[in-house]
T-cell receptor, first 111, second 114 residues
Framework: SQQGEEDPQALSIQEGENATMNCSYKTSINNLQWYRQNSGRGLVHLIL?????REKHSGRLRVTLDTSKKSSSLLITASRAADTASYFC???????????FGTGTRLKVLA | DADVTQTPRNRITKTGKRIMLECSQTKGHDRMYWYRQDPGLGLRLIYY???????NKGEISDGYSVSRQAQAKFSLSLESAIPNQTALYFC?????????????FGPGTRLTVL
């Protein structure tokens, strides 16, 4: 399977702290995306980083990509209780537009 | 996302029954996908379609079939449901003309097979 894997599986932090979650994948990619899922709901796209990019920012989100290590990280700064959700990375399986999702990180932000 | 709708939202059925899950979208996207989500396993791709005449198997297509009736409609069928098909099912769409192949997800269908 080309499925990505997120680490840690679960993360609990205090409001205001930063949250970092990592994603590893197995094959070459054209891009990697991060999605958020509130409990039992559909996923919502957060950010995309292309294989020729190393870092990208969007609001309180910072994504890095290391293609040599086949890994990406998502940093959420100054976390809020509303950030409580599961976060998934998705890779495009070598440019096929057939996205493979990881197993997710469950983030809980305590108020 | 209200632009991608799924019916039914919840369904309980018995082993051996035929079930159809429907997905409709008003986004005008050409690409549509069906995923299932199981606890601890993330999302797994069942089938995907890049246009009306294009149907492709995903990671776990066994026991499932699909039909792309129109650009806006993509249905998933379980010909003879079995308990291990109990899961949360998501439909998603994307636009091939967009540089960012963002996927837009429906609200999900919770299927229980007894």
């Amino acid at each position: 399977s080309q499925q990505g894997e997120e680490d840690p599986q679960a993360l609990s932090i205090q409001e205001g702290e930063n949250a970092t979650m990592n994603c590893s994948y197995k094959t070459s990619i054209n891009n990697l995306q991060w999605y958020r899922q509130n409990s039992g709901r559909g996923l919502v796209h957060l950010i995309l980083i292309r294989s020729n990019e190393r870092e990208k920012h969007s609001g309180r989100l910072r994504v890095t990509l290391d293609t040599s290590k086949k890994s990406s990280s998502l940093l959420i700064t100054a976390s809020r209780a509303a950030d409580t959700a599961s976060y998934f990375c998705a890779t495009d399986a070598g440019g096929t537009y057939k996205y493979i999702f990881g197993t997710g990180t469950r983030l809980k932000v305590l108020a | 996302d209200a632009d991608v709708t799924q019916t039914p939202r919840n369904r309980i059925t018995k082993t051996g029954k035929r079930i159809m899950l429907e997905c409709s979208q008003t986004k005008g996207h050409d690409r549509m996908y069906w995923y299932r989500q199981d606890p601890g396993l993330g999302l797994r791709l069942i089938y995907y379609s890049f246009d009306v005449k294009d149907i492709n198997k995903g990671e776990i297509s066994d026991g499932y079939s699909v039909s792309r009736q129109a650009q806006a409609k993509f249905s998933l069928s379980l010909e003879s449901a079995i308990p291990n098909q109990t899961a949360l099912y998501f439909c998603a769409t994307s636009d091939s003309t967009e540089k960012i192949n963002e996927q837009f997800f429906g609200p999900g269908t919770r299927l229980t097979v007894l």
